[in-house]
């Protein structure tokens, strides 16, 4: 039952996707494919479509939408049929819902459930803006807002903090803006068709992952 779901998260950036994936693979056997792992596994590897994605990001160019349709269908289309899948990070515009949703109707193998993960602006900017890596071991910390990141040292390791450029408050305003412009459009397509859920993700991991697993009727009580 709760075997062979067909899952899309989507959220902002900062939306905790990857960690709420992993969450619901402990309860339920699912493929996790994340767009940002599997594109950088493309560009580590030098596949073909991983050449043609560097390409533009040596030119300074955005990666074409196409590049990145192939990229992440490639996958879930290799993904035997009744096995299910839980997508994180694509789709991120209607364009790519589109043709998602093309290749899955052409197998008859539609998405069981869309979850939003709805997490306010201000959540995210406190989130994202106190989000800091360790330049020795990578492992992320929190710094609360008004604690200064630079006493602080790695919990893992006593390594160095630092903010990736991606995380500074304008880079961080910037990626919400992309969200609200391209991805927030894609929640009408899936909500016409009857699959979007809506969660709440404000509140904490453990939370947010007992709503999602309530939205896509996954047992809590039974781990595989
Ligand atoms: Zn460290």
Do not use: W
């Not at 839980?86 to 069981?112: C, M, V, Y």
């Amino acid at each position: 039952m709760a075997q062979g779901l067909r899952l899309v998260l989507i959220g902002p950036p900062g939306a905790g996707k990857g960690t709420q994936a992993q969450l619901l693979r402990e309860h339920v056997d699912l493929a996790h494919i994340s767009s940002g792992d599997l594109f950088r596994h493309h560009l580590r590897q030098g596949t073909p479509l991983g050449l043609r994605a560097k390409e533009y990001m040596n030119r300074g160019e955005l990666v074409p939408d196409e590049v990145t349709i192939d990229i992440i269908l490639g996958k879930v289309m290799s993904i035997p049929d009744d096995d299910g899948f839980i997508l994180d990070g694509f789709p991120r515009n209607r364009n790519q819902a589109q043709e998602l949703d093309k290749k899955l109707t052409a197998e008859s193998r539609n998405l069981d459930k869309v979850v939003h993960i709805d997490v306010s602006e201000p959540a995210l900017l406190r989130r994202l803006g106190g989000r800091y890596i360790c330049r020795a071991c990578q492992s992320p910390h929190a710094i609360g807002l008004g604690e200064d990141a630079s006493a602080r040292t790695c919990d893992q390791c006593g390594g160095e903090l630092y903010q990736r450029d991606d995380d500074a408050p304008a880079a961080v305003k910037k990626r919400i803006q992309v969200y609200n412009d391209e991805t927030m459009p894609v929640l009408g397509f899936y909500r016409k068709r009857g699959v979007l859920v809506e969660v709440p993700g404000d509140d904490t991991i453990a939370e947010v992952n007992k709503q999602i697993m309530a939205a896509v009727d996954v047992p809590t009580a039974r781990k595989l």
